[in-house]
């Protein structure tokens, strides 16, 4: 009989195996990797799910955030991911964006760029396309309701001036703030995202619906145009 090339999880001492770790220890004692295993629920023939986890984590940088970004196809080329542990996977990284996103959506209000990122990240942070939003806030700056007004390809996409006023005379928004996400991860702003801003500025002055910024986020940074002084 062939036996495997690594000492199983089942021989392990039972306070380092993932589950009954987690069981004695509670969740913050789990390494990235540990988590991921118990996801997996097993590894392959030749390695343990922890070992499968850590393989994983390296390819993408240890980073849990561009982990999210892989799809099911690129997650089955590893051995020992099949279609069911790549929907965990994705599935589990899923519910923690979604999270993120309902207690940013707690706050209700946005502060500063950075209180409009953490709104917006989760949700434009790890497309592969681009996608133009807009936050439609009261003069209190507290969120009316964040909507999605376009969906372009890999490098761009088309904002409607008149969609995004439409908007915010619906919810009779008093300020907004734009957004857009760059998959390519650079968060500087092209000739055409400058000419948009300034033209949904001076669309905003006419109608006297502020333009706090727009916010361009590349995955895990984000530029800002009203820090930048370009508001």
């Known amino acids: 009989m062939n036996t495997p090339d690594y000492i199983s999880i089942k021989s392990w001492n039972e306070d380092d195996r993932p589950r009954e770790k987690l069981q004695l220890k509670g969740r913050a004692a789990l390494s990235d990797a540990e988590l991921i295993a118990i996801l997996l629920g097993s590894g392959s023939k030749s390695e343990s799910a922890v070992d499968l986890a850590k393989r994983l984590l390296q390819s993408v940088d240890n ?37 993120r996103m309902a207690g940013a959506l707690e706050l209700k209000k946005i502060s500063s760029s950075q209180s409009a990122f953490d709104l ?23 969120v009316l309701s964040h909507q999605c007004i376009s969906k372009g390809g890999l490098t761009g996409t088309v904002a409607d001036v008149r969609m995004i006023f439409t908007q915010a005379l619906a919810f009779k928004s008093t300020a907004l703030i734009l957004a857009h996400n760059h998959p390519s991860g650079k968060n500087k702003p092209s000739t055409a995202d400058i000419a948009l801003t300034r033209k949904v500025k001076e669309a905003g002055q006419v109608m006297d619906i502020q333009v706090l910024d727009h916010i361009i986020i590349a995955h895990q940074s984000y530029y800002s145009f009203a820090d930048e002084g370009r508001l």
């Not at 561009?66 to 790549?86: N, S, V, Y």
């Not at 965990?88 to 999270?99: D, H, N, P, V, Y």
């Not at 497309?127 to 209190?140: A, K, T």
């Open 63 to 99: 980073n849990i955030n561009a982990l999210g970004r892989l799809t099911i196809q690129d997650l089955q080329k590893f051995k020992g991911i099949g279609p069911a542990k790549a929907i965990s996977i994705i599935t589990a990284l899923e519910l923690g964006k979604r999270r």
């Open 120 to 142: 917006l990240q989760p949700l434009l942070g790890d497309l592969g396309h681009e996608e133009f939003w807009v936050v439609f806030l009261n003069n209190s700056n507290k």
